[in-house]
């Protein structure tokens, strides 16, 4: 069969989405697809009962009038205090945002709010965030609640973000104090931090029978400056009381102050040349008793004792890569959801996966066929936490709070202590700004990526992937103007790869390495785009938008048994969740790759993975909100990709050059098959950056569109293992595309595709590459014309377009359903639509949606003009005959 006859590949599930403009809802003249349902356990409560702290932004800042305004926490811990209390630790500014009863905060992040309800998605930026739930009893503003010195200062010392009004600015300076740990005991969070160079122990209770009452118990080193306590501004009608002991005991105070400051209480400690402790209780009506007692240290008894088994499932598939299923603990004592974002290995093989939930479970027995598996829960309270690392067999969680190391301090098989191992960087309270992913770096140190679509301010780190020194104390940018990085780090040589996902001034999918502090093109939708900040750095290579939508990480395969891709570089794309090999050609002068599928048998949408040392293999994590935009059936999966033996057909090097491609393989070819030059088809197109979501495909001459390239020859190797196919017009260009469907000595077959940005053409060289002394005819094939297309566009194939091209991870098709990323299709043609920033309505008919198609970004609905993000032009993509066919079935939904 012809190149040409092949079935296109299944493109994203975007292809729709570029109808953002497009109305809602549809009737049901014509059975339309359905997406597939959402499975919703009866899972328990977000906020477990038991749970000794978790972590959360806060924003108090409309607690009240009586209050300091701008009361705005990215990061804190916030910890029950009884009796329906509860109080938000800052650990940047080392204060008491708020103590307040009620219920918590409200469940509008990402982890609580879609934790009953997958198709939630959080809106960007700082508009819906958490807040206190409750009565707010005391408040701090911003500046840290800790100071030494005459007298405290009601200011911010830190230096500020780009954006002067962000308050995510990061953690103060050390010689004023940073957080440490939160140690567990029997009888809750103790929390440790250090003032000054002084170590300090804080436990925050209520007081049995005094549902009115936060008691903050303190134990604090020697030091030999006075030091300040700022408790904050009580609520009208309540109060605080101080208990302590001893010559030169602490002093309550109020301190004066301005905008809204005035009367901040706070605590004086005199130098003090031992430890000392003494207690704070905020409270209304009668002034409760307060003792000074020792704080707790008893390691708490286990939370999570049972072990959850679950049994693999492997795959029955023939081929040399497949997914075996390793089904998750979802039925589990404490009704816990399950969404796991990442897997790590301890030396032995024990896997540690975390949750978007906060939560880390050790996995064992992932080696065996298809035995048990025995899942443990291990840690929780984590803040929106989607990767993980391990350094000298300990776990280290990035969260949005920094990176946490996790340890098991008295081997019951639980953490109990909690250590802030770096937060020297700055989080804002954005709610795009993901901890993304966090690796090892092999001296010991870690690198981290972090989100980058902020929509109310721009921070210092948004969109950042920087290393930290591996004393964590330090961290420094590696490269930034990234959308949504997703990074992998070798063990080895420290390279640092990194994706990024389409979006303004990037016009496809890019595969990047990330160093010298070089700026990789996203701006902000909030940033003038007049100019940029720097150069933009060129990636390895583009990879179409339709071939892999959402980039995720990427994973080195050393110390893997996985035969030909064993040392090389993986790549998984989540939309349409797949697998795909990285071929690098790092000695150019300008370093390119390529990428080619490797397995697409995934029914979960994939995030990260790792390679476990106990049986070689490599395991993928992931999960989905509906909104995120994935062609995947299940809400999560842990999944083993297998090597089977088999023989491997993807090939293993795929190299432009300047009289054709150069593809080798890992099994050797059938000659005549791999000879025949019809077998073969190539294509080339450019982008353009823009302020537009993504680009159309352009041809050389600047319309939209592709170039073929017309192959001429093709020559089979010594070996039999490789083909060079000669296409005489080979030139540098954004993307190239080559297609292959040949066969195997073995009768195999041995299809694929690769996609690849030559920088640079080197001369081919038959004798160097094993083809011998072979003439290469650079005669020019003249391009065949394509059969003539009679058949008229039709409703079915816009249908199947709708299907295939997976648009409904994006848009339902029934009333009543909840919106996805871009609005529900029922009732679209004829409806009348309010366009952002127009004043007279338009009618979807043919017309707009041919428009909506080509340009998405030309007449957006009301309420869709959405931050950030948005769908790309499928100029050059579809067809006229495809656009037409989706004109119909759009047509017919009335």
Request: charged share 20%.
């Amino acid at each position: 069969m012809p190149i040409s006859m092949y079935p296109r590949r299944a493109m994203t599930a975007t292809l729709v989405c570029a109808l953002l403009s497009l109305a809602a809802g549809l009737a049901a003249r014509v059975q339309t697809p359905q997406a597939p349902a959402v499975p919703r356990p009866d899972w328990g409560p977000w906020l477990e009962d038991d749970a000794p702290f978790f972590s959360s932004v806060l924003d108090a800042r409309g607690a009240g009038a009586s209050f300091p305004g701008n009361n705005l926490s990215p990061r804190t811990l916030v910890l029950p205090a009884g009796e329906g209390h509860w109080v938000a630790f800052d650990t940047d500014l080392l204060r008491v945002a708020a103590a307040w009863t009620g219920k918590g905060v409200t469940p509008t992040a990402l982890a609580p709010g879609s934790y009953h309800q997958p198709n939630r998605k959080t809106p960007a930026g700082q508009k819906a965030l958490p807040e206190p739930d409750g009565r707010v009893l005391i408040a701090n503003g911003l500046y840290p609640g800790w100071q030494v010195g005459e007298r405290p200062v009601l200011e911010d010392p830190r230096a500020p973000a780009p954006s002067v009004e962000e308050v995510g600015r990061g953690p103060v300076a050390a010689d004023v104090g940073r957080f440490t740990a939160v140690r567990l005991t029997r009888e809750g969070a103790v929390l440790e931090y250090e003032v000054a160079g002084s170590p300090v122990q804080e436990w925050i209770t209520g007081a049995t029978g005094r549902p009115d009452v936060v008691i903050r118990r303190f134990e604090i080193g020697a030091t030999t400056q006075t030091t300040w306590l700022l408790l904050g501004v009580p609520a009208p009608g309540a109060e605080v009381s101080l208990a302590a002991a001893g010559a030169q005991r602490p002093v309550l105070e109020r301190l004066a102050g301005r905008d809204g400051a005035a009367g901040v209480q706070v605590v004086r400690i005199p130098a003090h040349a031992a430890a000392r402790r003494f207690a704070v209780a905020t409270f209304t009506g009668a002034a409760p008793p307060i003792a000074l007692r020792t704080l707790p240290s008893t390691p708490p008894a286990p939370r999570w004792p049972q072990v959850v088994t679950t049994t693999i499932a492997p795959s029955t598939s023939t081929d040399a890569y497949v997914v075996d299923d390793v089904p998750l603990p979802v039925e589990n004592p404490w009704k816990r959801a399950v969404r796991v974002s990442d897997i790590q290995f301890l030396a032995d093989g024990t896997g540690a996966c975390v949750t978007l939930d906060g939560d880390v479970w050790l996995v064992r027995g992932l080696a065996s066929l298809g035995g048990l598996v025995q899942w443990r829960r291990f840690a929780s309270g984590l803040h929106e936490p989607l990767t993980l690392a391990i350094r000298d067999e300990q776990i280290h969680v990035f969260d949005r709070n920094g990176v946490w190391r996790l340890r098991d301090t008295d081997g019951d098989g639980e953490a109990d202590r909690h250590e802030l191992f770096s937060n020297a960087f700055a989080q804002t309270a954005d709610t795009r700004e993901f901890p993304s992913t966090i690796r090892l770096g092999p001296g010991g140190e870690f690198v981290i990526a972090k989100g980058g679509q902020e929509a109310t301010t721009i921070g210092k780190h948004n969109g950042s992937v920087l290393r930290l020194s591996a004393d964590g104390r330090s961290s420094t940018v590696l490269g930034y103007g990234l959308r949504q990085p997703q990074l992998a780090v070798h063990p080895q040589s420290g390279l640092v790869t990194a994706s990024d996902q389409q979006g303004h001034y990037i016009p496809s999918t890019p595969l990047h390495i990330v160093r010298d502090r070089q700026f990789y093109g996203f701006l902000s939708d909030i940033l003038p785009k007049e100019s940029y900040p720097a150069p933009i750095a060129a990636p390895l290579t583009w990879i179409p938008h339709d071939v892999n939508a959402s980039a995720m990480s990427q994973v080195w395969m050393l110390d893997s048994r996985m035969g030909p891709i064993d040392n090389g570089l993986v790549h998984i794309g989540y939309n349409r969740p797949e697998l795909f090999r990285v071929l690098l050609d790092l000695d150019r002068p300008v370093p390119q790759a390529a990428v080619v599928s490797l397995t697409t048998a995934f029914d979960y949408p994939p995030l990260n993975g790792a390679v476990n040392p106990d049986d070689g293999q490599l395991y993928i994590a992931g999960f989905q909100i509906i909104g995120w935009g994935t062609t995947a059936t299940r809400l999560a999966g842990l999944g083993r990709v297998r090597y089977t033996g088999a023989p491997v057909t993807v090939p293993r090097q795929v190299t432009p050059m300047r009289e054709g491609v150069l593809l080798r393989f890992d099994v050797a070819l059938d000659p005549k098959a791999a000879s025949d030059v019809a077998s073969y088809s190539a294509s080339t197109w450019g982008y353009l950056r823009t302020p537009k979501y993504g680009s159309p495909r352009y041809k050389a001459d600047g319309t939209a569109g592709v170039d073929t390239l017309v192959p001429g020859r093709a020559y089979v190797s010594a070996d039999a293992r490789a083909v060079f196919v000669t296409m005489p017009d080979m030139k540098p260009v954004m993307q190239l595309k080559v297609a292959w469907a040949i066969r195997a000595r073995d009768g195999r077959a041995v299809t694929g595709e690769a996609y690849t940005t030559p920088y640079t053409l080197t001369t081919f060289n038959p004798r160097a590459e094993g083809f011998g002394d072979a003439v290469i005819d650079l005669t020019r094939r003249e391009a065949q014309a394509p059969p003539t297309v009679t058949a008229a566009p039709t409703l079915e194939e816009g249908r199947d377009i709708f299907v295939k091209y997976g648009c409904l991870a994006c848009h339902a098709t029934e009333r009543g359903a909840a919106i996805k990323l871009g609005p529900t299709l029922a009732g679209i043609f004829g409806a009348s639509r309010p366009i952002t920033g127009r004043t007279t309505p338009v009618i979807a008919d043919e017309a707009y949606i041919r428009q909506s198609l080509r340009e998405p970004s030309a007449a957006i609905v009301v309420g869709f003009d959405r931050g950030g993000s948005g769908m790309p032009s499928f100029a050059g993509v579809l067809s006229d005959a495809q656009v037409e066919s989706v004109v119909l079935f759009l047509r017919s939904l009335k």
